[in-house]
């Protein structure tokens, strides 16, 4: 009888371990989920980008509770950004920032605003802050990061990762070739 019952404990034991593990999947999953878009801002789900072309936009979520308002903010601000109005674009990220203050994106592309206004100061205080909130790094965080601190002690021409970050735009291998 004693063993049955160790028997039966066990079994329940593993059962709920399975639940416990396919629980914490589903969560790391929706916190770490990443939403696609078109040019005009329209989500786009994976199935549909699976059977689509072009070029699409994402964003990764990486930290529950970031509320639609920070989103919104935050794809605003990239908007604004592609227009050129960058002092916008700033203030809408540090809006969004100021919704959810432990979400990395905001302080990101604050950081990527600043190297694109040529304010290599404001641009290495938010990298820097990033890598302190994403420690394994956030996109290209680790290595703007590191460039633009070589930069600034005179090890690397100033204003070299901003030519090189403007490569992925052009598309004419003429083009990147002179550069």
């Known amino acids: 009888m004693?063993?049955?019952?160790?028997?039966?404990?066990m079994a329940l034991g593993l059962i709920s371990s399975c639940k416990n593990a396919e629980t914490e999947k589903n969560a790391d999953d929706y916190n770490n989920r990443i939403e696609f878009t078109d040019?005009?801002?329209?989500?786009?789900?994976?199935?549909?980008?699976?059977?689509?072309?072009?070029?699409?936009?994402?964003e990764i979520y990486g930290v529950e509770g970031v509320s639609d308002l920070a989103k919104s903010l935050h794809n605003q601000a990239r908007q604004l950004g592609q227009a050129g109005d960058y002092t916008s674009a700033i203030k809408k990220l540090n809006e969004a920032n100021k919704e959810v203050p432990n979400w990395p994106y905001p302080l990101y592309d604050l950081a990527y605003t600043y190297l694109l206004l040529d304010d290599h100061e404001n641009a290495l205080k938010y990298y820097r802050i990033t890598n302190k909130m994403a420690p394994k790094g956030f996109y290209t965080s680790k290595t703007a990061l590191h460039t633009l601190e070589r930069e600034n002690k005179g090890e690397l021409k100033k204003g070299l990762?901003?030519?090189?970050?403007?490569?992925?735009?052009?598309?004419?291998?003429?083009?990147?070739?002179?550069?």
């Open 39 to 58: 040019g005009n801002g329209n989500k786009i789900s994976k199935k549909e980008l699976a059977t689509s072309t072009g070029r699409f936009n994402y």
């Open 2 to 9: 004693k063993n049955r019952i160790i028997g039966v404990l």
């Open 161 to 179: 990762y901003k030519s090189y970050l403007s490569l992925q735009w052009i598309n004419n291998l003429t083009e990147k070739k002179k550069l």
